[in-house]
């Protein structure tokens, strides 16, 4: 199982990114897919996650900012990400869930002026 973070950066207060997960070594159709964040001293909590039937959890502090989005064809997750806030700011990391857990090695945004 392989899982590749791409899309992060640095970004001003109000801006967007979009991150990819670019996954390898399973039936990713099959799997729950989720992003996780982690900013420095803090845990790693969960961000957003998509079911195999396109189900969406989000965390209260990202409803209506953020869409998690998911494509079978091309074995892809995504994080849409408007509205970022300086909070924001962490290690984000793509996560499957494929009897045990599996992490791709994370994407960092920074959300500063």
């Known amino acids: 199982v392989q899982l590749v973070e791409s899309g992060g950066g640095l970004v001003q207060p109000g801006g967007s990114l979009r991150l990819s997960c670019a996954t390898s070594?399973?039936?990713?159709?099959?799997?729950?897919m989720s992003w996780y964040r982690q900013a420095p001293g803090k845990e790693r909590e969960l961000v957003a996650s998509?079911?195999?039937?396109?189900?969406?959890n989000y965390a209260d502090s990202v409803k209506g900012r953020f869409t998690i989005s998911r494509d079978n064809a091309k074995n892809t997750v995504y994080l849409q990400m408007n509205s970022l806030k300086p909070e924001d700011t962490a290690l984000y990391y793509c996560?499957?869930?494929?009897?045990?857990?599996?992490w791709g090695q994370g994407t960092q945004v920074t959300v500063s002026s």
């Open positions: 998509i079911t195999k039937i396109g189900t969406r």
């Open positions: 070594g399973f039936t990713f159709s099959r799997y729950l």
């Open positions: 996560n499957a869930k494929v009897n045990n857990d599996f």
